[in-house]
């Protein structure tokens, strides 16, 4: 029996088990090796949301009839394998006038095509690597995702300029990831 909606009845409350906070995680984000520099370990304090973490949980499903009786069973295969991560970033400049998270994003950008000139890039030269750690307040990690590898797949957030507005620049990135690996306390594994 589950007993009377009471503290002393909550296993929860009596083990003071902690909810998880949305706000708890850190992205580090490993550029190509051709851009990689000193502003790097930068770009993990100018995160403010990430989403597109996948959640690869069932893999849908296909139907038989014996004639009106229908009978389902799981799909054959995945509906997908990859990941589409958006991260949003707030941009700032610094002593020397370089608004550095938008000059790697687009440095980034630029190895895949570059509208200036024209180059196109071979993949081994445009990939990095993404990863997300989720934590408690203590900051103990109890998920973890490792995207490798990751490119940028759709253009910047564009600057609208506007007099009257005081807002701030946010730049949004789009990424495609092919592959990754997650780890989690207390999965269960079949």
Avoid at 9 to 16: F, G, H, K, L
Avoid at 44 to 50: A, D, L, M, Q
Avoid at 125 to 147: C, M
Wanted: proline fraction near 4%.
């Amino acid at each position: 029996m589950a007993g009377l909606p009471h503290f002393d009845n909550s296993t929860a409350a009596t083990n003071y088990y902690e909810p998880i906070f949305l706000n708890q995680f850190e992205v580090i984000i490993n550029l190509p090796s051709s851009i990689q520099g000193t502003n790097d370990g930068l770009l993990v304090e100018h995160v403010t949301k990430i989403t597109g973490l996948p959640e690869l949980t069932g893999v849908g499903t296909v139907e038989q009839f014996y004639k009106f009786a229908k009978r389902t069973f799981a799909a054959g295969q995945p509906k997908a394998t990859d990941a589409q991560l958006k991260i949003d970033f707030e941009v700032n400049l610094n002593d020397e006038n370089d608004a550095y998270v938008y000059n790697m994003m687009r440095a980034w950008g630029d190895l895949t095509f570059d509208p200036l000139n024209g180059r196109q890039g071979l993949k081994k030269d445009y990939i990095g690597s993404i990863k997300v750690v989720i934590f408690n307040k203590a900051q103990e990690i109890f998920r973890e995702f490792n995207f490798s590898p990751a490119f940028l797949y759709n253009p910047l957030t564009v600057m609208d300029l506007e007099y009257k507005s005081d807002g701030l620049y946010k730049l949004s990135a789009n990424f495609q990831c092919d592959s990754f690996r997650e780890s989690r306390i207390g999965a269960i594994t079949v």
